[in-house]
């Protein structure tokens, strides 16, 4: 991947990854991390388990869950209103993230805010890293992201790119509810072999029916992020 790519590749690559969402209009929305899709009664026999095997282990909510969840929204900025943004996000309960090769990995969560009066269907999320992060080397990092305070960890795909791609990588699409929130964690580790960096990694919130092909219909999502650093491992 190079630092110069262009926005007419990014927009070939996203049509064809078949990130298919949908919106407020009525449309199914696509399915979450781990959801089959098919809810209807008696659809489906229940899950087996081979007798004898151990239950998943879930992790423990993150110890500032409670205080980050009474957070209030942040209001749509200026920049948001000219981008067509619809949902405004928040991270904490620090400020920003530092991970260590081969250390132990960091956890951060991400309020994404409706700011309408109307449920929007099948929002879904994708993270992102300048190029430069590590000097234009691969960052080797590994990022998970749950629904807070206890689901689920899901891998997540970063995109390392100076593009903006809101659709690269996206999942774990869910219905936002009219002016309601969403909390999501997100589980960052470096490789024993990560080279130092330093930026910010952006959470973009695409919307359902985002068109890859026009950029400013992409903005009506939602942006926004947290700082990040890869120590050194010297």
Not at 20 to 45: F, H, I, K, Q
Not at 155 to 165: F, G, K, S, T
Not at 212 to 222: I, L, S
Request: aromatic share 4%; charged share 20%.
């Amino acid at each position: 991947m190079r630092a110069a790519r262009r926005w007419t590749g990014f927009a070939v690559a996203a049509a064809g990854a078949a990130v298919l969402l949908t919106t407020a209009c009525g449309r199914p929305s696509a399915p979450a991390d781990g959801d089959t899709g098919n809810s209807s009664p008696g659809a489906s026999a229940p899950a087996s388990r081979t007798p004898g095997a151990p239950a998943a282990v879930k992790s423990p909510p993150n110890p500032g869950f409670a205080d980050f969840q009474a957070k209030p929204c942040p209001r749509l900025t200026e920049a948001d209103r000219t981008n067509g943004h619809l949902i405004t996000t928040v991270a904490g309960p620090r400020e920003g993230v530092t991970v260590h090769p081969g250390g132990e990995p960091q956890t951060v969560l991400v309020k994404l805010c409706n700011t309408t009066g109307e449920a929007l269907r099948g929002i879904a999320l994708s993270a992102q890293v300048e190029w430069n992060y590590a000097g234009e080397r691969q960052p080797e990092l590994t990022v998970e992201r749950r629904e807070a305070p206890d689901g689920d960890w899901h891998p997540v795909e970063l995109a390392v790119v100076n593009d903006y791609q809101p659709l690269t990588g996206a999942s774990g699409a869910r219905d936002l509810p009219a002016d309601g929130t969403r909390i999501v964690e997100y589980r960052i580790s470096a490789a024993e072999d990560a080279p130092a960096g330093s930026g910010r990694l952006s959470i973009h919130a695409v919307r359902a029916d985002a068109d890859p092909f026009d950029m400013e219909d992409m903005r009506g999502g939602g942006s926004g992020g947290f700082p990040l650093t890869t120590a050194s491992g010297n």
